[in-house]
């Protein structure tokens, strides 16, 4: 795992669209996990941004989405079908056939997330899986002591998870109480992972998941086992983490990020 630190959540942002965006270019049929929430909106706007001005091309892309609300249709403003479609779907040449999300609708719940982790295999897996980092620590909906080895499936959401995402909605009793989420396990089995982490909020949360011990408590930790995984944060978030100098010196040294300095 490697930590980058910026200035500024734009910075990181910046970054980690450019990230996305050389991968895309390397190869055009990425198959790319997205994630929700408030910091990936100004991560999309900048994808946006590289499709209409430099001609990044999402055309023979492929996405899969972390999670879904239970109960919720797609075309609902609350959906996450309705957010992505919102701050990316419809503003980039993605195939909206290749646009794939979890559907908290369906009848039968357990049959959708085996046939939501089929639809993944069958794409070839994963190649770059998109995360952010909950209040909690978790990843997608993988709450508090959900196992590390965990698929895709139904997921009761915490207290403290309500709280937080029932901001998002007009009538906060409208929250869902469970959702769809890919699990721990199908998560850990992509090829690449890119955390984005901003804020002064996220800044004890984060310590923990990068430098404190892997637990189901905190699910994010569980990126500390992967083999290709880079955590992108502003100064802010990365305030509380004990090795901050080494993330610095390594990020201004290593030829590795030699084209992300000084832009």
């Known amino acids: 795992m490697q930590v980058i630190i910026r200035p500024t959540a734009e910075e990181a942002s910046w970054l980690v669209a450019r ?8 190869k055009p049929d990425l198959v790319l996990g997205l994630a929700t929430g408030q910091t990936m909106e100004r991560l999309y706007s900048m994808m946006v941004k590289l499709h209409l001005s430099d001609g990044l091309d999402f055309s ?5 989405n972390l999670d879904e ?3 919720l249709p797609a075309d609902s403003p609350y959906s996450y079908r309705h957010y992505m479609k919102t701050h990316l779907f419809d503003h980039v040449n993605l195939d909206p056939r290749n646009t794939h999300l979890p559907d908290g609708n369906a009848p039968d719940l357990s049959a959708e997330c085996v046939r939501y982790e089929e639809t993944i295999k069958r794409s070839g897996g994963i190649d770059l899986q998109l995360l952010g980092l909950g209040k909690v620590g978790h990843i997608g909906f993988n709450e508090p002591l959900s196992a590390l080895y965990s698929r895709t499936r139904e997921k009761a959401l915490t207290p403290a998870t309500i709280a937080e995402n029932s901001r998002m909605f007009k009538d906060p009793a409208d929250m869902p109480r469970r959702a769809i989420t890919m699990g721990v396990g199908t998560i850990l089995e992509s090829r690449e992972m890119i955390m ?3 804020g002064t909020a996220k800044a004890d949360i984060l310590a923990k998941a990068v430098e404190g011990p892997i637990t189901s408590m905190i699910t994010a930790s569980a990126i500390q086992l ?5 955590v992108v944060t502003d100064e802010e978030a ?3 983490l004990q090795a901050r100098e080494y993330y610095h010196w390594v990020f201004e040294n290593e030829p590795e990020w030699a084209e992300y300095r000084g832009k």
């Open 60 to 64: 023979l892309c492929r996405t899969f």
């Open 226 to 230: 992967h083999p290709d995984c880079v």
């Open 238 to 240: 990365a305030s509380k």
């Open 69 to 71: 609300y239970v109960g």
């Open 19 to 26: 990230m996305i965006g050389k991968c895309l270019k390397a």
């Open 196 to 198: 984005l982490v901003n």
